[in-house]
């Protein structure tokens, strides 16, 4: 019985002081933040100076949909906000420009405590904002990085080296992926080449096909680049029959 109450005990008094730190979060963003950042959903647009916490907050977990995440993200861009880590669409960076960094404002343990006040209260359950369908995040904003990402080494800290080396390999995967779908668009079909429809191609029909083809560039101002480079029928004929059958031409260019 008595360990019984000793565990609601211990229970109310974790609420209690959570309760407390929750105020405290609350009194801090109250004193630092709230003068440009409004807890409540606008009258007014035209009167605003920043973006409404709640939506700040539904950017943030459409981002960062962890509280570790968000937290860390919130604690390091607060302090050092950029163009590159914000994740507020870009229309809204127009209309109020860039956050100013809150250091000498805000303690970073003070940032910390807010940080985890507004994950846990913001936005309303009930709120919907641009972007949003049926309380789920929509268009890129899902395929948004985490704060993880960035920080590779796992210090709850994103360098210069670390972001930049993040971009890069971002860039890159985007440009093998663009140039991978242009040469799937550029590249024929085995209809393409089965001149009669009979289900294989033949010598005849490969070489006849691509002098049709190196014509008509030729007549576009558009020579046939690296022709002399196209793989031989009979690199594409790996049984030697005289014939390339489906298998034999996905297997090549595929």
Not at 44 to 56: D, S
Not at 174 to 186: A, D, H, P
Not at 229 to 253: H, M, Y
């Amino acid at each position: 019985m008595k360990t019984k109450q000793i565990v609601v005990l211990i229970g109310t008094l974790g609420l209690a002081t959570s309760l407390f730190a929750s105020k405290d979060a609350e009194k801090i963003f109250d004193a630092k933040c709230a003068m440009c950042h409004i807890k409540t959903m606008p009258t007014n647009k035209t009167k605003l100076i920043a973006p409404p916490l709640m939506g700040v907050m539904r950017h943030v977990k459409m981002a960062y949909p962890k509280k570790k995440d968000a937290v860390a993200f919130m604690v390091n861009y607060v302090q050092n906000p950029t163009k590159e880590k914000a994740i507020c669409m870009q229309q809204k960076i127009a209309r109020f420009g860039l956050m100013p960094s809150q250091k000498g404002n805000i303690t970073p343990k003070e940032l910390k405590e807010v940080s985890e006040w507004m994950f846990d209260n913001f936005p309303p359950a009930n709120f919907r904002g641009r972007g949003m369908k049926n309380g789920m995040r929509s268009g890129s904003m899902r395929h948004r990085p985490t704060f993880s990402s960035f920080d590779t080494n796992g210090d709850g800290k994103i360098t210069p080296d670390e972001f930049t080396a993040f971009q890069n390999a971002r860039m890159q995967s985007k440009m093998g992926k663009k140039c991978q779908g242009m040469r799937k668009k550029r590249r024929p079909s085995f209809a393409y080449f089965d001149l009669n429809k009979d289900g294989v191609i033949t010598k005849e029909e490969l070489l006849k096909v691509r002098a049709k083809k190196q014509e008509a560039r030729a007549k576009a101002g558009y020579p046939m680049r690296n022709a002399a480079n196209a793989p031989s029928f009979e690199s594409i004929d790996t049984n030697s029959d005289g014939k390339i059958t489906p298998d034999e031409f996905n297997s090549r260019f595929n």
